[in-house]
């Protein structure tokens, strides 16, 4: 079974960026479709963005459409999510999911 490890997270300002990395070990993402999900404080799981299994096909929620970009780097088996000008909505524990398969969670602190 593939496991995957986030990382990436942190407080940052209003405004900043961050590049969340996903490693998947265990396993291969060539081929793969995935999925970057968040759950803000005292809120449900939220899907944030999703790539296709050939890489070329990038979905965004409306809340982070043009700051957030979705990548996928099959030679280092990692998926990314970068983003830009953070809002304080964004704080949230972001995941990383592949089928069934969900990381542990890296935490987003978008504060002043």
């Known amino acids: 079974e593939v496991q995957l490890v986030e990382s990436g997270g942190g407080l940052v300002q209003p405004g900043g960026s961050l590049r969340l990395s996903c490693a998947a070990s265990?396993?291969?993402?060539?081929?793969?479709?995935m999925s970057w999900l968040r759950q803000a404080p005292g809120k449900g799981l939220e899907w944030v963005s999703g790539i296709n299994s050939g890489g070329f096909i990038r979905t965004y929620a409306d809340s982070v459409k043009g700051r957030f970009t979705i990548s996928k780097d099959s030679a280092k088996n990692t998926l990314y999510l970068q983003m830009n000008s953070l809002k304080k909505e964004d704080t949230a524990v972001y995941y990383c999911q592949m089928g069934t398969s969900r990381g542990q969670g890296t935490q987003v602190t978008v504060s002043s």
């Open positions: 265990g396993g291969t993402l060539r081929g793969i479709a």
